[in-house]
């Protein structure tokens, strides 16, 4: 009877759990299945209008620049924020004093709500009184126009980016690092390898599943980037920080065009449904 009252109780987490995925996650993905496939503006009727809300998207001017954007944002992501964590964690797990303080260092921006992040480095970013602008003033350097020149506004969101995620990365990568039998490490020093070779041939091994599931998350989150556009540049100069995200945000909100977005927002699932088959596909086979 025990074990009866007890797989209940689990049954019960799991139905709970279950429920919150279908109004909340799955229920949005099949309303914007169908909502692509109508025109509406919330006070007519939906009508059918088949695919020629796909076909306004691609026809927008913005389209091609957004989806360029958001593919150099993601490129640009992985540079910074699928190395740096990986390296800092390497850091981390070769310490032996204030490891858990340093910890909490890492992990602290993300506790940090994202909107105050931004807001943060609005103020870092400042033409002004900026703190990078004040920096660069200290060392004789010119000022940057970091949000308000398309060379560097892409950029600069990426920095935004990754110091807001990068502290969970990290702690993934430094669970991992500890899994590690530490009788390899001995074995490598032995045969006289350097760090960099131990780095190589125990760490990355040892750690390349994670990496790859780690690498498919990047890419995933990052393909969907909208906080930092929305809230630093709105998309500018001359739409250089556009992505796809904000412009699904500007055919819902600012055009009243939900089917069109909702069109859009069903390549981009597309889009990552088929790279996430490939990864696990890859994954898969080196597990096997």
Not at 161 to 166: G, I, K, L, Y
Not at 193 to 219: E, S
């Amino acid at each position: 009877m025990a074990i009866v009252r007890r797989n209940l109780t689990a049954y019960g987490f799991l139905c709970a759990a279950l429920a919150c995925f279908a109004v909340f996650a799955w229920y949005p993905m099949v309303r914007e299945f169908v909502l692509s496939f109508q025109k509406t503006d919330l006070i007519n009727p939906p009508e059918w209008v088949g695919l020629d809300n796909f076909t306004a998207a691609v026809q927008d001017p913005a389209f091609g620049q957004a989806w360029l954007n958001t593919v150099e944002f993601t490129l640009l992501a992985l540079l910074c924020g699928y190395a740096v964590p990986f390296v800092v964690a390497l850091v981390l797990n070769e310490l032996r004093h204030a490891r858990a303080y340093l910890r909490f260092v890492v992990y602290l921006p993300v506790m940090l709500p994202p909107i105050v992040a931004v807001l943060l480095f609005r103020w870092f970013y400042d033409p002004g009184p900026g703190l990078f602008n004040q920096v660069l003033g200290a060392v004789g350097l010119p000022p940057l126009a970091w949000l308000d020149s398309s060379s560097t506004a892409l950029i600069s969101l990426v920095l935004v980016s990754t110091w807001m995620n990068m502290g969970s990365a990290t702690l993934i990568y430094l669970a991992a690092l500890q899994n590690i039998p530490p009788e390899l490490y001995e074995a490598a020093e032995l045969d006289g390898a350097g760090i960099l070779k131990r780095i190589r041939h125990v760490t990355i091994p040892q750690t390349r599943l994670i990496l790859l599931l780690m690498l498919m998350l990047q890419i995933v989150a990052t393909m969907q980037v909208f906080i930092e556009p929305y809230m630093l540049t709105g998309g500018g100069p001359e739409n250089a920080t556009v992505s796809v995200a904000y412009l699904m945000y500007q055919f819902a909100f600012s055009q009243m065009n939900y089917g069109q977005a909702g069109a859009l927002g069903m390549m981009l699932m597309l889009a990552l449904l088929v790279f996430a088959a490939l990864q696990l596909r890859t994954t898969r086979e080196d597990a096997a």
